[in-house]
């Protein structure tokens, strides 16, 4: 088949050929007036967390190297606590206590994951009031946020492939 157009269509196609496209959106709702600002702290929260998490580690790479070498991944309790998660099956008990300790020993660790943590729930919250445009209908919150989120996966370099070695 060969098309072949009319001069109406013709006409039709050069005057909106010079008009700007106007992007509609047809999936779900528009976002919350608040979200835009809440993913700027929240941005900015990550990189506050990611400095915070090379400083630890660069402190127990020197301090403690043996503990260092193994892949561990930490969040943040309800009550503000941090806690070290075992994701790759490589801490003891005894590894787990010590990281427990020196999670929660490192202060600028322990405010960053707690800014961290409340611009994640307010992110989440200005979006799913309005149905969930971007990060779905979902619901974080201080009692769900330690089940939820490892934090030290935040900072695994992504690639096209999943590398066990990546894990932190």
């Not at 779900?28 to 700027?40: I, Q, T």
Request: no cysteine; charged share 20%.
């Amino acid at each position: 088949a060969i098309y072949h157009p009319s001069e109406a269509a013709q006409a039709l196609t050069q005057t909106t050929s010079t008009q700007p496209m106007v992007v509609v959106n047809t999936y779900g709702r528009p976002p919350s007036a608040d979200f835009p600002a809440m993913a700027k702290l929240h941005q900015g929260a990550f990189y506050g967390l990611k400095s915070a998490f090379e400083e630890f580690k660069s402190a127990l790479e020197s301090t403690f190297p043996d503990l260092a070498e193994k892949k561990f991944g930490f969040t943040i309790e309800a009550d503000g606590k941090l806690k070290a998660l075992n994701p790759a099956g490589e801490l003891s008990a005894t590894d787990m206590d010590q990281l427990d300790k020196l999670l929660n020993a490192s202060g600028s660790l322990k405010s960053a994951a707690g800014t961290y943590r409340d611009a994640s729930i307010d992110l989440v919250a200005a979006d799913g009031n309005w149905g969930g445009s971007y990060l779905g209908d979902y619901q974080l919150d201080e009692d769900n946020f330690a089940s939820t989120i490892d934090l030290a996966a935040l900072f695994i370099p992504k690639t096209n492939t999943l590398n066990p070695e990546a894990i932190a």
